[in-house]
C-alpha cells in the first residue's frame, strides 16, 4: 500500500537565512498514529505548516495521497484536518457555530447529523450552544479537534495536543487519537514528551535541527532505550 503522506527532499532555509529543515524524508502509513518527537525549534511545527499548505517549502515535494501539495493543493488540503498549539477562533461564536463554519470552509455541504456525532463522540454536546470565550481550556482543545474534523479529512495533525493540558484530560486526548485511528483516520502528533510518545504511536520520528535524525518501530525504540513497551 502506498503512504498516505510522502516527503522527499523537503527543506526549508527563511529569508533570515535561518535553516528550519535540512533534507526531510518521511513516508507515512494510512491508518497509523506517528509521533514527531523533538524539542521546542527543532523544525516540528515548520515541517507540519509545509504539509498543510501554510508554509512554502524552499526546496522537496509532499504529496498526501498522491496529491501534490503545491501543483493539487486544494484536493491534498482537503484530506487534512489540522489542530494547532493555539486557539483561533471567533471567542463569541458558539461550539455548534465554529464547527459547521470550519466545514463551510472546506466546501462542504451542511451536514447536522455528522457534526452533532462528531460533538458526541468529543464529549462537546451539552455544550452546543456556549459561547467558546465561556469553556474550559480542556473543553476548547476539543473544540479545535472538532473544527479540524468537520470536513471529514483522513488525515489528523495534533500540534502539541497535550500540552499545558491537565493528566486526567492528556487521557481522555490520547483515548480519542486512538479511536480515531480506528476509525480509518491517519494520525501525526508533535510533542517533546517521550512518554506521550510511548503511549500513543506506532512509529516515532525524533527531529533536532530541522534534521530528522531517526525514524523507528515504537516498540524498537523503547527497546534500544532499555524501556520494555
Not at 493543493?73 to 463554519?101: C, K
Not at 489528523?156 to 495536543?161: M, W
Not at 512518554?195 to 506506532?202: K, L, R, S
Request: glycine share 8%; hydrophobic share 40%.
Amino acid at each position: 500500500m502506498p503512504p498516505i503522506i510522502s516527503v522527499k527532499d523537503l527543506s526549508k532555509t527563511y529569508k533570515s537565512g535561518f535553516q528550519a529543515l535540512k533534507v526531510i524524508n518521511l513516508d507515512i502509513d494510512k491508518g497509523e498514529i506517528f509521533a514527531l518527537l523533538g524539542p521546542n525549534g527543532a523544525g516540528k511545527t515548520t515541517m507540519i505548516s509545509i504539509i498543510c499548505g501554510i508554509v512554502t517549502p524552499s526546496s522537496g515535494s509532499v504529496t498526501v495521497d498522491g496529491h501534490d501539495i503545491i501543483t493539487d493543493y486544494r484536493a491534498a488540503r482537503s484530506m487534512i484536518g489540522l489542530v494547532p498549539q493555539e486557539l483561533a477562533a471567533d471567542m463569541f461564536e458558539t461550539v455548534w457555530g465554529t464547527v459547521t463554519f470550519s466545514r463551510g470552509l472546506f466546501g462542504k455541504w451542511p451536514n447536522p447529523a455528522y457534526i452533532e456525532k462528531l460533538l458526541k463522540d468529543l464529549a462537546l454536546w451539552d455544550k452546543k450552544d456556549s459561547k467558546l470565550m465561556t469553556l474550559s481550556g480542556g473543553m476548547k482543545r476539543r473544540v479545535l479537534i472538532a473544527k479540524a474534523l468537520s470536513h471529514e479529512p483522513t488525515v489528523l495533525f495534533l500540534d502539541e495536543p497535550t500540552a499545558g493540558v491537565d493528566v486526567e484530560l492528556r487521557k481522555d486526548m490520547w483515548q480519542l487519537v486512538r479511536d480515531l485511528r480506528d476509525s480509518g483516520v491517519t494520525v501525526i502528533l508533535t510533542t517533546h514528551y517521550i512518554q506521550e510518545a510511548e503511549d500513543m504511536a506506532d512509529r516515532i520520528g525524533v527531529i533536532n535541527d530541522g534534521e530528522l535524525i531517526l525514524v523507528e518501530d515504537k516498540n524498537e525504540l523503547m527497546h534500544k532505550l532499555g524501556k520494555s513497551s
